[in-house]
């Protein structure tokens, strides 16, 4: 046997979760969500949806989302590509832009129009694009070389502006002189290019631009406040580093006052409540009173909803902690209990002003009314949820109609606590669809709802379908609920895993019902289980086994065919493969001159079996022998034995007991001292006996030192050590002292006389 | 006792010899030029030809240069190498590839700064990315200058090696060789003469761009009289150029074989693609023709024999590979190429 630091012998992940290192799942791992934003539209507010990880500026946005794209298509009489116009102005080589047989749709049309002014200007604009960064500096040769070099860049796209006559254009020239001295660090140059070229007046999103880099030299100020929350809601690619500047220690009463129309009051609620990761719900109803037409509600209203849902329904699906709080120990469980209920409270109050007011924009509308039912399931009400979601029709945006269809599955199983769930065609469509951002969480929501409500099946086949062909950071980690522990803590991310740990012999039995008589009728939902049948069955046995029923035990292994055994993917053939049934005084996982025969696990029990049958038989004259040799079958499918893949699925230095029913036997060796008893008592001669007490004695050590754990307050010097300490204690080596003093040193100090004294029997 | 004194004597005038190289039969330094910009280290593969092959001096492309229409020479493509052991045991001579357009574009009074720039960017790279702390002994320039360019180039050399104390030396073509007279001769230490590349891969359709021993014979055929110091580039790289029709698509650099799957080939430089796949981020259609050219050894050996014919060599020369690359040399073996740089002194 192998003797691992860490040994796994698990019977083969394929999930990808673990692909490199120790990993223990936190923050968006684990945080749960439905109301997924992109499940809807990247919308330019990415870095500000609820979120546990640390935020930053967002990469890129979609064409349809840039007012620049938009202003350039408009300039080109919204004929181009709407991406093409993107890929042209921010992506493709300036050389492209001449080419007048180029695939780009709007290249195509500048060329075709010979609009050289707008061509030369995007060139330009390109070859400035990498000065408007910090850290520009080709030559590497320190900021007041870059600054020449930008000096530079201005004082042309000053020329270029000067001589253009198209407004746009010199708009734009304008704004990349004033951009470049932003990064140049020429307060006085914006400044003045700022009063040259803009007004307040703002007309399109380079004046917006102009005004957020003119603002970067003001002191902070209300009024600076005002106009940065109006940049915020017109500058998608602005929004980060306009939160940046925006100054939250000036109170919103104090902004509120500055702000005119309720179109800027409403943008700057919003920015008191952007980064809030508290309850934010009186500032969406002032929103919402003020200005119930603003753009930015449904995001708003969105991150209400994913902060809700992360603090009840992340602790009641995954069972970890909400993902934006510490870790909680076992004390602090009812502190979380009682904020989980005020939570509840919270969804209430929030489902209950929901119904007081009407969201203008269709799609908010349509989350308002979704919203409503999802927060009655969130506060356990899910009788009402069902009956609010009844009500509502179809919207025209598909993505939303969609999460409405995920939220009335999802009702209908929680609701299924007395009949089976049914599923149908309908559900399978909604649950296999891998392609949505929230694929696993719903999957996982749906398959937990109908654990709860004791429809393990059917949740086991909806395990099963979790963390396959996904990348890491889109896989699902949970926690079960009966709290067994696995290799790698106390969470799960395979189903075979959770099954070992949660589901009950009765639950394993009827999962192997349920796929063998295709009580689901789906190949979709069994895909994986079907696949796992043997594996199943050799859960089933283990399961059987730790119950210490022999006879089922055998009966579930003699299922699984020896092509499954001999897999090198279940590791059962590198695990099992010493002899079970010999062992000596001190021999655990090392490999020793027995493991010449191996067997696999039916064969092992079967051929336990029939030693313990042998050791009954009281016409037997080797009984002591054979119930010897069960005994040592029961030790080595310990912790402490070579065949421990008969109880568990993995070993792990740090961890003996896991949780599971058998966890005493697995470290105790409670059923190998009994059979060793039986011997004892069964034996013909003094050696034999001497000997059943010194392996009684083994497995007592074994059972000391895990009912008296290292206590690090305790002196173990006065005994000579822990080991020593637990030596102390142990009653069979006394006896066996007691008894036979004369073979007692010999027995107890030298490990070759086992083989003499096993010559005896 | 006489006998004795005669053996002496002739070992002693054997190894005086053998010591001392003749006009035909230079020492040979070898060299191998490290031209890409992306990795970050070189593979095992990589070190361990360096080592097997006793490369002693490494020609590193630190950065290239283009020029922009308001900011003047800017480098681009900068090595991403970091340090590693290999270096410290070599020389490694530090490469500025320029493009002939900077010298068309730049202004001569924007020459100065240019080449402070680069000494300054050659000098940090060295030292804090590489952390080589020695000053270079030699920098070398590649640049294909035309007559036009001449002026500039040469000015720019010539404020390069005033204001450093590493000898500076620049690549030469097989034109500018042959015809100095016109191309003029470059202000440097010594010159590497790039015994390659002597066509245009898009104008000829039937002959192998990156080397043609005909071609090659038109530069070399009778002897030159160069008056610099001279080393020797040779070309040990191939590449896949791929054209739908005549339009050109791009080009897989390494041998064939990463295509040979979906290749049937036409002839011993083309190929059709039989299917549809990506190969280095470049979709490639079914029916694309693909030119693939490299050089054989055999080749290389004519071409060593050719040079050998009509070039009276220094002492001592460098001969330097292009370039270092694990996928070439996995299909040449060390002791290939071993026998390519004796051949020199043969």
Known sequence: MKNWIICIAVLVSKSLVFACGPWYPYGEEVRFSLFTPTLFVDNGYNPFNYNADNYGPEEELNPEDDPNTLLWRAYCQNTPNLTDVYLAIYKIDPKELDDSNSPN??????????????????????????????????????????????????????????????????????????????????????????????TDDKTDVIDYWASYF?????NSSVERNVELA????????????????????????????????????????????????????????????????????????????????????????????????????????????????????YSRDLMEWLKTVRFEVEDARFLQEISIAYLNHIADNNTEAITQISKIGNTKNPKLNYLKDQLVLLFNVDGSRNSNWIFDDNNKALLQNHQVPNYSNFLFAVGREAEYNNQTSVAACLFSHLNKNMEHWESEAWKAPNQVANLYGDFFTEYFFYLDAQYTVAEIKELIAAIENDQFKSPWLTEFVSGDIER?????????????????????????????????????????????????????????????????????????????????????????????IAANCYLNMSYYGNSWMMRRYWWSTNLIKSGQVDDEEFARCILAKKYYKKAYETATNEKQKALCLRMMGRC???????????????????????????????????ELKRQYPDDYDVLISNCESFSDYYASF | ??????????????????????????????????????????????????????????????????????????????????????????????????????????DKYELEDFVENTLYLVTKMLKDDLYIEAKPKEIQIDCDWTPSTKENYFLFLKSLKAKTSS?????????????????????????????????????????????????????????????????????????????????????????????????????????????????????LRRGFRIKHESVSNKTLEKLIDQLKKNSSFDDTITVSFFQLDEKEFKITPHEELDNLYRRFSK
């Open chain 2, 167 to 283: 000898k500076i030396s620049c690549t030469l073509r097989l034109y500018p060789y042959k015809y100095h007279d016109k191309m003029g001769i470059p202000p440097v230490d010594r010159v590497m003469l790039m015994c390659y590349n002597l066509l245009s891969p898009k104008n000829n359709e039937n002959k192998n761009s990156i080397f043609d021993l005909n071609e090659f014979e038109k530069y070399t055929d009778s002897k030159v009289n160069y008056p610099l110091p001279m080393d020797y580039a040779l070309p040990k790289y191939s590449w896949n150029i791929c054209y739908e029709n005549k339009s050109f698509k791009g080009v897989i650099h390494g041998p064939q074989s990463v295509l040979q799957p979906h290749l049937k080939n036409i002839n011993s430089l083309w190929s059709i693609l039989q299917t549809d796949t990506v190969i280095d981020n470049i979709y």
């Open chain 1, 230 to 345: 109006q940049i915020f809601e017109k500058c998608p690619n602005k929004r980060f580093a306009v939160s940046q500047l925006f100054d939250r220690t000036i109170s919103l009463e104090k902004t509120l006052i500055e702000a005119k129309t309720n179109r800027e009051k409403g943008n700057v609620i919003v920015m008191y409540a952007l980064r809030n990761p508290g309850k934010c719900v009186n500032l969406i109803e002032r929103l919402v009173y003020i200005d119930a037409s603003n753009p930015q509600l449904s995001f708003l209203f969105l991150r209400e909803i994913n902060k809700i849902e992360d603090w009840v329904l992340t602790p009641k699906y995954n069972l970890f902690p909400p993902s934006m709080s510490d870790y909680y120990s076992e004390d602090q469980t009812e502190q979380y209990n009682k904020r989980i209920a005020s939570d509840k409270q």
């Open chain 1, 105 to 198: 749709t709007f290249v195509h049309y500048l060329n075709k129009t010979n609009d050289k002014a707008a061509i030369n200007y995007l060139k330009f604009a390109k070859s400035c694009s990498r000065y408007s960064q910090v850290t520009y500096d080709p030559w590497e040769r320190g900021g007041d070389h870059l600054k020449k070099q930008r000096n530079k860049k201005i004082k042309a796209a000053l020329k270029k502006c000067k001589s253009e006559s198209n407004e746009m254009l010199k708009k734009r020239y304008a704004f990349l002189a004033l951009r470049l001295a932003y990064y140049a660090g020429s307060e006085s140059k914006v400044n003045s290019i700022f009063s040259d070229y803009f």
């Open chain 1, 536 to 628: 199943l069955y050799d859960l089933l046995g283990t399961k059987h086994l730790r119950e210490n029923e022999l006879e089922k035990a055998i009966s579930a292994f003699s299922k699984v065919s020896d092509k499954t055994w001999n897999e090198e993917k279940y590791s059962y053939k590198s695990m099992l493969n010493a002899n079970p049934f010999s062992t000596d005084f001190n021999t655990e996982h090392a490999k020793s001159k027995y493991d010449t025969i191996t067997y696999t696990k039916y064969q092992i029990a079967k051929k336990l079996q029939a030693y313990i049958a042998k050791g009954d038989n009281v016409n037997n004259p080797n009984r002591a022998k054979d119930y010897f």
């Open chain 1, 700 to 734: 007592e050590k074994y059972a000391q030192s895990d009912i008296n754990e290292y206590d690090w307050d305790m002196d173990y010097d006065k005994y000579g050590g822990y080991w020593e300490y637990i030596f102390s204690k142990n009653k069979h080596y006394k």
């Open chain 1, 214 to 218: 003119k603002l970067c030299y003001q």
């Open chain 2, 1 to 106: 006792m006489f006998k004795m004194r005669h053996t002496l004597s002739t070992l002693l005038i054997l190894l005086v010899l053998s010591s001392c190289a003749t006009k035909n039969k230079p020492v040979v330094k070898r060299g191998m030029y490290y031209w890409e910009s992306k990795n970050n280290y070189l593979s095992d593969a990589e070190e361990n030809l360096i080592k097997e092959s006793d490369i002693s001096k490494l020609y590193l492309k630190l950065f290239e240069v283009e020029y922009d229409e308001e900011l003047g020479a800017v480098p681009i493509s900068k090595t991403n190498l970091s340090r590693h052991s290999e270096f410290e045991k070599r020389e490694i001579i530090p490469c500025v590839y320029i493009q002939n357009t900077v010298f068309t574009r730049m």
